[in-house]
């Protein structure tokens, strides 16, 4: 069983920045392909990005492309979830996820494992 803890959610105007992490339980988390997905309450959770196991070269929804960065530091078991020029539209509980073998998946149902949630509220 693995354990996924985000932090790093809060408050923040638009057009700034936030860092948000997800730490793992697992010292084997270099075999796990990561997600970062998002849920305004009420809504379907919605894809963010995805990161090979490696690292590599992410996948992005497309309303994060170009603004959000998705990157990991197996040596911390630590991935993270760079998101820059944030819009109220961002506004969100993020939500990790790790799926025990390499690849890039976009859908939730495709995970073994979640973390808790970490809010994140931009303001216009």
């Known amino acids: 069983q693995v354990q996924l803890v985000e932090s790093g959610g809060g408050l923040v105007q638009a057009g700034g920045s936030l860092r948000l992490s997800c730490a793992a339980s697992?010292?084997?988390?270099?075999?796990?392909?990561v997600g970062w997905f998002r849920q305004v309450p009420g809504k379907e959770r919605e894809f963010v990005g995805t990161?090979?196991?490696?690292?590599?070269?992410?996948r992005y929804a497309e309303s994060v492309k170009g603004r959000f960065t998705i990157f990991r530091d197996n040596a911390k078991n630590t991935a993270y979830l760079q998101m820059n020029v944030l819009k109220p539209e961002d506004t969100a509980d993020y939500y990790c996820a790790a799926r025990s073998r390499s690849g890039w998946y976009r859908t939730e149902y495709e995970y073994d494992y979640w973390g808790q949630g970490t809010r994140v509220t931009v303001s216009s």
């Open positions: 697992t010292r084997s988390f270099s075999n796990y392909a």
């Open positions: 990161l090979t196991s490696s690292g590599g070269i992410p």
